[in-house]
């Protein structure tokens, strides 16, 4: 009975597996019953429709609105009891052609609090061995007790009490009259709420506390009540904050007074209103000699911070408090660290004529690197992503080591500490670079192109994944990236498709989130750039959205129309596999017919040539490639300061992420054959086995060592999305044919891309040759034997 239910529940998944896959495929096509073309419809209805307010295009119609909040906050860090009490007054502009009888606002601080559903709504299972840690764990009403927002007050400018109901992390203040359209309404709210220690909650904000010294970093992110984004497209955005989908934010103007400690440093979004009264003198006038460094100037000194810690919470200057003062102008948020222990130093950059000035934070855990690299990796960042997209419009870019990474406007909170000797690992080195250029790119794609975080995570974070991936190149051409190099996402686009999401899934629905957000968008945008569309014209269009998009709230279909209007490249088909499906590249070479023609004959040529191709000596992908055509030169080869013991270190042994592909080639014999002056025709029939059509990317290798590329675009499959043949004439005989050589279009399985080129055996193979031949020793036979029997 057992074995006939299994059965039958097998069946069963297996036939609601189809019709999901079913539903899904004609969800997206716009002719499911066309014989072929489907994967080369034009995007259609799926897209919304044009109107005035977006256009066709992709760019902003004539009647294009957005709303505007400002804010004038007074906020108390109270580092004895590890709270916040902040007091906010907030300006709201409707600039909508809608009348609104009330305003939502977030409360993002109250993802922690005990009563919240979304503290409830992930899996858990009982891991063994059972921990102290994972028991503690399963308390999680007593373990958030006390956390989330405390709402004091909510009045208008007059004092008077106003309604409001709070929803999990929304809250909406119902108006006493209609704000109408191209009004403004102005009201005050006070709360207060206790910091999370952020390194055994998790989360983005909080203390993280230091029990050598006895001293915190507090990180003030999500830290006070954000108005909603009201728009055009979703009417007001209230999806509640579950951790994952970020945040949709109104721009607007801030001024913000943070009253600290006496021996804190405040490092926070916009600039400071009043250095020369809350720096020491000495302070003061390093910061006045940074104004025109070339390298970075350390402000607040190492040996100052020690000196902090030893007194610690408890000493005569921690009694007391100063307040500093920053102001913003059109961000769409506002951030801020504060701590005695930071270590302090700033260099300016100039983008365009303008200054920038690049600063980080760091204690002394992090001073091994970060006063090393940090500030300048910030002012590479903010260079390089100013070429790709727009000029930086802010006058700071900082980076602040907490131990995590997360981004906001003109600030950043990234990781990179050493050893306690001060020594670091060459991962620790490269993973704070990489770190510290995603979340510092993060000044573009979101806080200025400002999408919507909470609906769709990958445009915000695999644009910026995308420009970061150029950003390390230029860094280092020999930078180790992860995401951005096609080769680098096929494990992930070979995984069964009960795994995958397509990229246009909400934030809060995808098991990769990883993946599918920051790498597979990367990857796509990357083979757009080198292999669809070419540098010049994506390099145009890209800027061209970004241009469009600054400072206003963009959604997907913008993007993919100002790609195409700005390129005259049709890519719905590219955005229908990429973005809207989960199939992956598969193209096979399944079959090559070669011939001569010789007197008017057709004659086939037989393949029996003896020939060795010689090896590869390094695998290069495109883009490193290119760079090195363009006459790029990368930081680390102009600043050679940025050199240190592993850029000259060679390990003794290597391990070969790619192997020679060419130092095989079958036997051919010398006599077969007589050579022509003739030219060589070559049939070769593809098929795509994976299901995402992509271009043709075909090296031919010839007898005399030489090599060349034919290109063919994706369009050849528009009329059988399954098979096709292509022929090409050649001077030179072919004696082997490689399809993607430089891995540019994420082919998932390269054992098919070859004609007359062995390919190394996978480890299944070796695994069956292996007990192929264990089974033979233990026979007495000779497996080969065995199998012509």
């Excluded at 989908?245 to 600039?271: I, Q, Y």
């Excluded at 399944?590 to 001569?596: E, I, Y």
């Excluded at 070796?766 to 080969?784: C, H, I, V």
Aim: overall charge neutral; proline content about 5%; glycine content about 6%.
């Amino acid at each position: 009975m057992y074995l006939r239910l299994h059965l039958f529940k097998t069946i069963l998944g297996i036939f609601l597996i189809f019709l999901t896959a079913l539903s899904f495929s004609q969800n997206i096509h716009n002719n499911p019953q066309s014989n072929h073309g489907n994967k080369f419809e034009q995007l259609g209805t799926i897209l919304p429709t044009p109107n005035e307010y977006r256009t066709a295009s992709g760019a902003p119609g004539n009647k294009y609105w957005q709303q505007k909040a400002d804010y004038d906050i007074d906020v108390k860090l109270d580092e004895k009891n590890l709270s916040i009490v902040g007091t906010e007054t907030v300006t709201y502009h409707n600039n909508s052609p809608d009348n609104l009888n009330y305003i939502w606002l977030q409360l993002d601080e109250n993802q922690h609090d005990p009563t919240n559903e979304v503290n409830y709504f992930d899996e858990n299972k009982v891991q063994e061995p059972v921990t102290e840690q994972a028991l503690k764990g399963l308390q999680t009403k007593q373990n958030l007790a006390g956390l989330g927002d405390k709402i004091d007050a909510v009045t208008d400018e007059s004092g008077k009490a106003l309604k409001y109901t709070v929803n999990g992390t929304m809250m909406r203040i119902d108006l006493p009259k209609t704000l109408s359209s191209k009004s403004k309404t102005k009201f005050i709210i006070k709360w207060h709420y206790k910091m999370i220690n952020r390194t055994q909650y998790g989360g983005r904000g909080g203390y993280e506390y230091f029990p050598e010294d006895g001293n915190y970093l507090f990180t003030l992110t999500q830290w006070y009540p954000r108005l909603c984004v009201y728009s055009d497209f979703h009417g007001w955005q209230n999806k509640q904050f579950t951790g994952r989908g970020e945040f949709a934010l109104a721009f607007g103007n801030f001024k913000v007074k943070m009253t600290v400690p006496s021996d804190h440093l405040v490092c926070s979004t916009g600039e400071c209103q009043n250095y020369q009264q809350v720096l020491t003198p000495a302070q003061f006038a390093r910061w006045t000699k940074a104004q025109t460094a070339t390298e970075p100037v350390e402000i607040g000194l190492l040996a100052d911070a020690i000196e902090a810690e030893k007194s610690g919470e408890k000493g005569a200057a921690a009694q007391k408090t100063k307040t500093f003062i920053f102001k913003a102008d059109s961000v769409r948020d506002f951030a801020w660290g504060s701590s005695r222990k930071y270590c302090w130093d700033a260099m300016p950059v100039k983008v365009e004529g303008k200054k920038i000035m690049c600063m980080s934070f760091y204690g002394k855990e992090a001073y091994g690197l970060y006063r090393k690299y940090s500030t300048k990796v910030v002012a590479h960042t903010i260079k390089t992503y100013s070429k790709y997209t727009i000029p930086y419009p802010y006058p700071v870019a900082q980076s602040i080591e907490a131990a995590n990474g997360m981004e906001y406007p003109m600030i950043c909170f990234n990781f990179g500490r050493t050893e306690k000797d001060g020594t670091y690992t060459e991962g620790s080195k490269n993973g704070m670079i990489l770190v510290i250029i995603h979340e510092v790119g993060h000044n573009f794609f979101p806080m200025i192109i400002n999408s919507d975080e909470r609906q769709w995570s990958w445009l915000d974070e695999g644009l910026n994944t995308f420009v970061q991936f150029l950003t390390e190149q230029e860094f280092d051409s020999n930078y180790p990236s992860q995401r951005g190099p096609a080769h680098k996402m096929t494990d992930y686009m070979r995984l069964p498709k009960s795994q995958l999401e397509p990229i246009m899934t909400n934030s809060e629905n995808i098991i990769g989130f990883g993946p599918n957000a920051y790498g597979k968008p990367a990857t796509a945008l990357n083979i757009l750039r080198e292999t669809v569309m070419g540098r010049e014209l994506f390099d145009f269009a890209f800027k061209q959205y970004c241009t469009r998009w600054a400072f206003k709230h963009p959604e997907p279909a913008d993007f993919f129309r100002t790609m195409e209007d700005a390129s005259a490249v049709d890519l719905d088909w590219f955005w229908r596999g990429w973005f809207y499906d989960i199939e992956p590249v598969d193209i096979s070479i399944d079959t090559v017919k070669a011939f001569t023609v010789v007197k008017g004959n057709r004659i086939p040529v037989l393949n029996d040539t003896l020939y060795t191709y010689p090896k590869m000596k390094e695998f290069e992908f495109i883009t490193k490639t290119r760079n090195k055509e363009a006459g790029l030169k990368s930081l680390v080869d102009v600043d050679t300061t940025l050199r240190d013991f592993y850029y000259h270190y060679s390990p003794k042994e290597l391990t070969k992420e790619v192997k020679n592909r060419f130092d095989e080639i079958e036997p051919i014999s010398d006599t077969a054959i007589a050579k022509y002056d003739d030219k060589f025709i070559y049939e070769i029939k593809f098929s795509n086995k994976g299901g995402l059509v992509s271009p043709l990317i075909i090296q031919f290798n010839y007898a005399d060592g030489s090599s060349d590329v034919e290109r063919i675009g994706a369009y050849v499959w528009r009329k059988n999305e399954y098979e096709v043949s292509k022929t090409f004439m050649k001077n030179k005989k072919v004696v082997s044919i490689l399809l993607d050589p430089m891995r540019e279009t994420c082919d998932i399985n390269e054992r098919n891309n070859t004609w007359n080129i062995k390919t190394e055996p996978n480890k299944f193979d070796l695994f069956k040759s292996k007990a192929a031949k264990t089974r033979g020793q233990s026979t007495g036979e000779n497996p080969m034997q065995k199998a012509k029997k």
